[in-house]
């Protein structure tokens, strides 16, 4: 079994952080309902196959839940992480850390979104 089940990105401003994340990672973004009781809730799904390797999640606006930081890392698995980490600053976001070696387990980008949250990008080439 996987440690990571699911993962929420909060954000401030959805239309841009869906922007950000869909420009990054060249993908489309999906609404998801929201929880009974939780109308100001917004939230958008990342794509998943629930029978493939990984973890999926979504960003998520909910009044007073506080953006930003480096507490938690999300890494987005990528064919080559310099491709995507070459799209970061053109999406709004900045880089941390350019494609770095991590050994046997790949490589990283560590980058930073329009919503000041750190997030990562993995792969083995």
Request: net charge negative; proline share 6%; hydrophobic share 40%.
């Amino acid at each position: 079994m996987n440690p990571i089940c699911w993962f929420e990105i909060y954000v401030d401003d959805m239309p841009r952080a869906k922007a950000f994340y869909q420009t990054v990672l060249n993908v489309e973004l999906q609404p998801l309902p929201v929880p009974d009781g939780a109308p100001e809730m917004e939230m958008y799904a990342f794509p998943s196959a629930m029978n493939s390797y990984g973890a999926t999640g979504a960003l998520v606006r909910m009044p007073g839940c506080e953006v930003g930081g480096y507490s938690t890392i999300v890494y987005f698995t990528c064919e080559d992480c310099a491709v995507e980490g070459s799209r970061v600053v053109a999406a709004g976001g900045s880089i941390h850390r350019e494609k770095l070696s991590i050994g046997e387990h790949g490589f990283i980008v560590l980058a930073v979104d329009t919503e000041g949250n750190m997030f990562g990008l993995h792969s083995m080439n």
